[in-house]
């Protein structure tokens, strides 16, 4: 077996949503991510610093609302949380400290997206 590792990195993640194109305002226009396509009503991708976000509708698997936890890495979490609450995001947490790292100290926020699924956010504080 080679000790080179089989994969290199996340390049796509997929969220289930109700609707693509309500869960394309709020990725788009409230975090701010760039649109990248459109492939049919039901199916859109973003961009999230090179790694593709791909919006769907349940395609036969997945579960509106009952997605992994996506953390999006924000220069200022405080001002990035209170933003994104004021353009519409569901404000689930206040940022806050959550550990002290060798080099910086974490401190992560959470909000909602139209369909539930939890947004954190993270900044890494020198």
């Known amino acids: 077996m080679s000790a080179e590792p089989m994969v290199s990195g996340i390049r796509q993640i997929a969220v289930t949503v109700s609707d693509v194109d309500v869960?394309?305002?709020f990725y788009r226009d409230i975090l701010g991510l760039a649109f990248l396509f459109r492939a049919g009503p039901d199916l859109a991708f973003v961009d999230a610093g090179g790694v593709r976000v791909m919006l769907s509708t349940p395609q036969g698997a997945g579960a509106v609302g009952a997605n992994s936890t996506l953390y999006f890495k924000v220069p200022d979490v405080d001002a990035a949380h209170?933003?994104?609450?004021a353009c519409g995001a569901t404000d689930e947490r206040a940022?806050?400290?959550a550990a002290k790292m060798p080099d910086h100290d974490l401190w992560i926020g959470f909000i909602r997206d139209p369909d539930g699924n939890l947004v954190g956010l993270l900044e890494e504080r020198q």
Not at 82 to 85: D, N, S, Y
């Open 23 to 25: 869960a394309l305002g």
């Open 95 to 97: 940022p806050q400290f």
């Open 82 to 85: 209170a933003r994104f609450v």
